[in-house]
């Protein structure tokens, strides 16, 4: 629309990092088309295959935005970083173990 301010992160082409923690992603960006893409990034020093953390407020939020929501995954970070995004929903592109659970007296 002629003389509308484009969106944070829309025509620029700058991505806008996430200010409101916890929010479940680290960028919220838009794509050319201006739709809009939550992008958590997972950096790791170790191979392709080497296991990251993914806390709740990250997978709730994937869950609630499957068709907004990316995870992009760096890796041998020091060693000419290499990166691909996570196959989408998360349960198809990774195995997730369970690691903590919340324990209440009776």
Do not use: C
Request: aromatic share 10%.
């Amino acid at each position: 629309m002629p003389g509308r301010p484009p969106r944070p992160g829309q025509g620029d082409g700058l991505a806008r990092r996430s200010r409101r923690r916890p929010s479940g992603y680290d960028i919220r960006s838009f794509e050319p088309g201006g739709e809009e893409r939550f992008l958590e990034i997972k950096t790791t020093n170790g191979h392709a295959r080497t296991r990251f953390w993914l806390p709740r407020t990250q997978y709730e939020v994937a869950a609630q935005n499957p068709s907004t929501y990316r995870v992009r995954r760096v890796f041998h970070f020091q060693n000419g970083a290499e990166m691909f995004d996570i196959k989408r929903p998360l349960d198809a592109g990774l195995r997730l173990i369970p690691d903590k659970y919340l324990a209440v007296p009776r």
